[in-house]
């Protein structure tokens, strides 16, 4: 079945430095990737998607590029802020079934 | 600009009692979803509904039940609450065709 494995957290950064948390997939076919991000008392946010192999997604300094060949969709940022500090959830969706990775918490210190 | 809205936020439960979330969207969307978040686990599909009228199980269906009142309702329904249920619940809705699901704020429920 298709599956989502991200790198466990948490991760503590301080402010300014790089950041990446490790997504991989299984899927029986070509699925959508996600990053949904969740802010403390709050639902799930997209942070971006990819639909097919070679796109980037981007939003807010955050970037995530879909690697068909190692079925990979990591998430960077070259510089955290103190508010990027949330729990980052990498998804994949395929023919209307969604499965999420377990979270990766992330906490930015100044 | 509502979303997709859940109610209510926290309630606590004794081992047996029964309780209904609540969950309302207001963006026309087709498509609605129930999930669990359990630490360490991600989120867990419980029912969905691809349509007004029709409700399908997911990943985790055992021990809730469904309704898809209208295109705006889905409610998630504990007949008889268990402490394995202790979770956060979050309500979400996709549209016709699209990917991408908007979640509610979420239930927090805790059940004793």
């Known amino acids: 079945g298709n599956s989502v494995t991200q790198m466990e957290g948490p991760v503590t950064l301080s402010e300014e430095a790089f950041l990446t948390i490790n997504c991989t997939y299984t899927?029986?076919?070509?699925?959508?990737l996600f990053w949904y991000v969740q802010y403390p008392g709050e639902g799930l946010q997209l942070l971006l998607k990819a639909t097919k192999a070679d796109d980037k997604g981007s939003n807010k300094g955050f970037e995530a590029t879909y690697r068909k060949e190692t079925t990979s969709f990591h998430l960077e940022k070259g510089s955290v802020q103190v508010s990027d500090s949330a729990v980052y959830f990498c998804a994949l969706s395929f023919n209307n079934d969604m499965r999420f990775g377990a979270g990766t918490r992330l906490t930015v210190k100044p | 600009n509502a979303g997709v809205t859940q109610t209510p936020k926290f309630q606590v439960l004794k081992t047996g009692q029964s309780m209904t979330l609540q969950c309302a969207q207001d963006m026309n969307h087709n498509s609605m979803y129930w999930y669990r978040q359990d630490p360490g686990m991600g989120l867990r599909l419980i029912y969905y509904?691809?349509?007004?009228?029709?409700?399908d199980k997911g990943e985790v269906p055992n021990g809730y039940n469904v309704s898809r009142l209208n295109k705006r309702e889905f409610s998630l329904r504990l007949e008889s609450a268990a402490p394995s249920q202790t979770s956060v619940y979050f309500c979400?809705?996709?549209?016709?065709?699209?990917?991408?699901?908007?979640f509610g704020a979420g239930t927090r429920l805790s059940v004793l």
């Open positions: 509904s691809a349509s007004e009228g029709t409700t």
């Open positions: 979400a809705s996709s549209g016709t065709g699209e990917s991408i699901q908007y």
């Open positions: 899927a029986t076919g070509y699925p959508s």
